[in-house]
Every structure is written in C-alpha cells, then in structure tokens.
C-alpha cells in the first residue's frame, strides 16, 4: 500500500510504531479536517443559528429533522434507480448520508458524486456507466425540481414577488450570459475534435444506460420517485422550520420560495451552496412576505438542521466508508 512519509525533525516514535501513515489512514482523516476549517469560518453564523433554535417551538424542529433523515432514504431510492444493478442497501443509504457531508465540503454537486461514482465502482458497474448513472440522476432530480416549480408558480402565481428576486434591469444580462455560455460550449465542441468525440461516446453509453433502467418499471419507479421526494422532503423541511418559528408565509408558499431558490443558486460553485443558498432563501422567503428577520432566522435555523448538524457524523461515516473500501 502507497505510504505517507512523516515530515523530517519530528520525535522520534516509539519503538513499534510505523514510521508511515498510510494513504487510506490520512484521507479517513482529511474529511474531519474539513469539517473543522468550514466550521470555524462559518462559526458566528453556527452562534446565531443555533440561538434561534432555542426560541423555536420543537415539535416542528423535530419534523424538519425528520424530512431531512428521509432525504438521504430519497437519495438512495434514486441512486438504486439510476443503475441496472442491484447496490447493497444498507452502504447504499449510509454512502448517501457520507456524501450529503462530502456535499457541504467541496463545490455543490461535486463531493457527492465523487462518493457516489467511487461507491458505484468498487459495487462493480463500469466507470463509464457509473458516470452515466450519475448523470442520469442528476437530469431526473433537475426535471422534478424544475417541475415542481413550474407547478407550484401555476398554481399560486402571486406567491413570489418576482420584482424583488430579480433586480431591475438584471434579467437581460443574466439571460446573454446564459446563451453565451452555451454557444461557447458550442463552438468548444466544434473545434475540439477529441472531445467531441469523448462526448458523443459518453451520450451513447447515457442513452443506453437510461434505456436499460425504463425498462425495468421497479428502477423507473425508483429513480424519478426518488427524484420527486427529495426535494418535497427537502422543502417540507424548510417549511416546518418556519411553522417553528412563526414565518407568517404560507405553507405551500414556503415551499415555492425554497424550489425558486435552490434552481437560482444551483450553478453557484460553493462548497454545499454555504453562503449562497442562504442568501437566496433569505430573499425568496422575503419575497413571498415575510419579515426580513424572521425569514433570517428561519433559513439559519434551517441550515443548521439539515447541514451543521449532520456535517460531523457524516464525516465519521466517510472516514469509515473510505477505511472499509466501500468507497
């Protein structure tokens, strides 16, 4: 096994140790450094929110948890439905609690599917169809939560104060910057002969791998059911937070507010969206109607319940996952 050298001028050890750590010993580790360093940069933000959960009312503080546990069930039904195999249920579910924390500790998205790409591999499944699962999970939670949206904005279209989501004058820019992006990706793919290429083979490999699960109604079923729970689950949450803490915004309107904010941040690189998402919650909660520091304490509150609070015993269960080679 690859070893780690101790740094020169250190003590010497006791007789009977290893002058090694080894590689799988350091990454066990590195997750609960990285728990530590986000913490303390985030620490007056941990103070205050902690300090509004002392004045809420607690039964619904415990249904907020509770939404939170089932996301992680949620997740691992649509990871299961994104591959043609069968993943041991029990690692499945526990690599979806260790990647919500991988989530929170590198850019959005990245952390869990590295955890859950690794997870895949070591189950078996290619790298290429492990990659085209994660992509397949990744569209079906993206066409669900945008579906919902779009729902939700039908059915109550004066919910939001669109007005004070999107400055004046900013939609405009935003909407040239979209397509420029694009028609660079474009011309990317155009000029660049290999990665077209890579791309096209990726699509093919996609395109089957999708087949191959519609196919079996009990992964079809796994997968976009799954994929609609997890952010309901998500939004349930957020929700009960603010019955807890008296938000005089509507259930339903609660709800919309969280889907409206999590698709604007959603291509925000930030570690598990920290700063970002609670920005956005802020000004979507206050845009359906409530009070600018009820709704502050509110998304506080509710950032420490369905991230802080998991964060440390996500990561212990990372640092095993990865010292047990499930990942």
Not at 81 to 97: I, K, M, S
Not at 239 to 263: N, S
């Amino acid at each position: 096994m690859t070893a780690v050298r101790l740094p020169e001028g250190l003590p010497e050890l006791p007789q009977g140790l290893p002058r090694r750590l080894p590689v799988r010993q350091v990454l066990c580790l590195l997750p609960l450094l990285l728990v530590l360093v986000v913490a303390v940069r985030h620490r007056s933000v941990l103070a205050e929110g902690f300090g509004q959960l002392a004045t809420a009312e607690w039964p619904w503080l415990l249904a907020a948890a509770a939404a939170t546990c089932l996301t992680w069930v949620a997740a691992a039904f649509t990871r299961q439905g994104a591959v043609v195999e069968r993943l041991p249920a029990r690692r499945l579910l526990a690599t979806q609690f260790a990647a919500g924390a991988a989530n929170h500790l590198l850019p959005t998205g990245l952390g869990a599917g590295a955890v859950n790409l690794r997870f895949m591999t070591v189950c078996g499944v290619p790298l290429a169809r492990s990659s085209a699962a994660l992509a397949l999970y990744l569209l079906a939670e993206s066409v669900t939560r945008l579906g919902l949206l779009l729902v939700l904005l039908v059915a109550f279209p004066g919910a939001l104060h669109l007005r004070t989501l999107i400055p004046a004058g900013a939609a405009g820019p935003l909407l040239l910057a979209g397509a420029g992006v694009l028609c660079i990706a474009a011309l990317t793919l155009l000029c660049v002969g290999r990665l077209r290429t890579a791309v096209a083979a990726f699509l093919r490999t996609a395109l089957r791998e999708a087949r191959s699960v519609h196919a079996r109604p009990a992964r079809a079923l796994a997968l976009w059911g799954g994929s609609l729970a997890f952010p309901v689950l998500q939004a349930a949450g957020l929700t009960a937070v603010g019955q807890a803490l008296d938000l005089p915004v509507p259930p339903l309107h609660m709800a919309l507010a969280y889907l409206a904010a999590t698709v604007a941040v959603a291509l925000v690189p930030t570690p598990g969206g920290l700063g970002s998402v609670e920005a956005a919650l802020v000004v979507a909660l206050v845009a359906a109607g409530g009070p600018v520091a009820v709704a502050t304490a509110v998304v506080l509150a509710y950032r420490i319940i369905t991230v802080w609070l998991p964060l440390l015993p996500g990561a212990l269960t990372l640092g095993a996952l990865v010292r047990l080679k499930v990942i």
